[in-house]
């Protein structure tokens, strides 16, 4: 027993439709960012459907991030129906990490303002590998500093 909220993902897998995930390597990315991370930065992190593994990166770190849980977001912002302005974010992250265009990246990573970027086993699930390894050649170019790296998460961060 213990009142630590993330000491269950230490041990704990979570089977994903698209694959299992073994929490552990988020639980050590996410705690790097607790410790690390001073003020209020906006973090991209990848999408899944509603009631999955997603958002995990905001939750448990407290920092905003460019788009939040899926139906959280309607609800809030929109109340029932359709929602354009969800609807852009959650395309524009899926760009974001989907396509290996450096320049568009760039362009989206500066409208949203963000200063880090995760990428661990669910964005690896869920997004072509050629969008993710763009992250890599970003910080050749140096447009992107990797700041952390265990065996399955990065964090990279935009060099403004």
């Given at each position: ?89 959650l395309a524009e992250v899926e760009q974001m ?55 399955r998460v990065k964090v990279y961060r935009v060099?403004?």
């Amino acid at each position: 027993m213990t009142l630590d909220g993330m000491a269950y993902m230490q041990a704990a897998t979570y089977d994903d439709p698209n694959g299992e995930i073994s929490l552990s390597w988020d639980a050590q990315g996410i705690a790097w960012l607790q410790e690390n991370i001073d003020g209020s930065p906006v973090i991209l992190e990848g999408l899944t459907p509603m009631y999955r593994w997603g958002s995990r990166v905001s939750i448990y770190t407290g920092l905003p991030t460019v788009i939040g849980w899926d139906w959280h977001q309607r609800q809030q912002r929109c109340g029932i129906g359709p929602c354009e302005s969800v609807d852009i974010r959650l395309a524009e992250v899926e760009q974001m990490y989907s396509t290996p265009n450096l320049a568009k990246t760039a362009e989206l990573l500066e409208r949203y303002e963000v200063d880090y970027i995760y990428v661990g086993e669910v964005e690896r699930l869920y997004y072509p590998a050629s969008g993710l390894e763009k992250f890599d050649r970003m910080v050749e170019d140096g447009t992107l500093w990797l700041d952390y790296e265990n065996q399955r998460v990065k964090v990279y961060r935009v060099v403004h």
